[in-house]
């Protein structure tokens, strides 16, 4: 079994930054993406990462966040990006376009990201 272990979020005004880390085995051998689930809300994929590097975006997040094998990068913060953040990951190679949580095996506990107006 793989354990994801979140970190880095928080609390932070529109505007601002904040950086999520995922801290797995071997990032070499796993797609690695991010998804949120607000309140009420089904979870929903924020980004991916493949083994070579490629990355894919949900529209909502695209030139805001960025995601790299161990964090994910969010600028520019909305009120709207309020969620529990969850890190997952699957062996191999991302599928394309890679933001379906079925294909995940593997998920961290969570962490909050709270954006006030």
């Known amino acids: 079994q793989v354990q994801l272990v979140e970190s880095g979020g928080g609390s932070v005004q529109a505007g601002g930054s904040l950086r999520l880390s995922c801290k797995a085995p071997k990032y070499n051998r796993y797609c690695m993406a991010w998804f949120r689930q607000a309140p009420g809300k089904q979870r929903e994929g924020v980004a991916r990462?493949?083994?070579?590097?490629t990355t894919r975006y949900a529209d909502s997040v695209t030139g805001r966040f960025t995601i790299s094998k161990d964090n994910l990068q969010m600028n520019s913060l909305k009120p709207e990006d309020t969620a529990m953040y969850y890190c997952?990951?699957?062996?191999?190679?991302?599928?394309?376009?890679?933001?379906?949580?079925?294909?995940?095996?593997?998920w961290g506990q969570g962490t909050q990201v709270t954006v006030s107006s």
């Open positions: 990462i493949s083994i070579d590097g």
């Open positions: 997952a990951a699957h062996d191999g190679y991302c599928y394309n376009p890679g933001l379906t949580e079925y294909d995940f095996r593997y």
